[in-house]
């Protein structure tokens, strides 16, 4: 029997049952008797209320799976890219401070676009909230390594 028939027929069953008449034009084709509505109405109740708490509930389960997942992710994630910063301090010391020494435009630049890159990557790490915010730190430590990159081309011309 189709859903739709299921319902109509419940529908005036309950009707009847309640009201104690069918209404207009209906024959419900149930059998005589208090409460048949009613016991279908409710059978219906639970196999719809079934039919939608099940689902929802797996719909819930899987989203709150799905966020402690995400999160797991972000921190790992999270993690390596604070790394790659304190990897970044660590070389940006290794070739010491010759910004104030050296004579050459080009170096006094290349170390401030370095040390600016620098922090850039550390501000964006504190205030990362999610993966995209950590590709702003990403980028800004591949803009800080270019600088030091540069910075030691400057140095070696210079000597």
């Known amino acids: ?9 419940v529908t ?17 084709g149930a059998p005589d008797g208090p409460g048949t509505g009613v016991i279908a109405l ?10 939608i708490l099940i689902p929802t509930a797996l ?24 790394e790659d910063v304190d990897r970044l301090a660590e070389e940006i010391r290794a070739l010491g401070d010759g910004r104030d ?15 600016d890159a620098y922090d850039t990557a ?9 993966p995209l915010d950590l590709r702003a730190t990403a980028n800004a430590v591949q803009e800080a390594r270019y600088a030091l990159a540069n910075l030691r081309t400057h140095l070696h011309h210079d000597t």
């Open 1 to 9: 029997m189709p859903l739709r028939a299921l319902l109509t027929g």
């Open 12 to 28: 005036v069953s309950a009707t009847t049952t309640l009201e104690g008449v069918a209404p207009p034009g209906a024959a419900t």
């Open 42 to 51: 409710v059978v219906v109740a639970l196999l719809l209320g079934t039919g």
């Open 59 to 82: 719909v819930i389960k899987g989203a709150k799976a799905r966020r402690a997942r995400e999160a797991a992710e972000f921190e790992t994630a999270r993690r390596l890219a604070e």
């Open 101 to 115: 020494t050296s004579d050459n435009p080009a170096v006094r630049q290349a170390w401030q676009s370095a040390l």
């Open 122 to 130: 550390r501000s964006t790490l504190s205030g990362a909230r999610r």
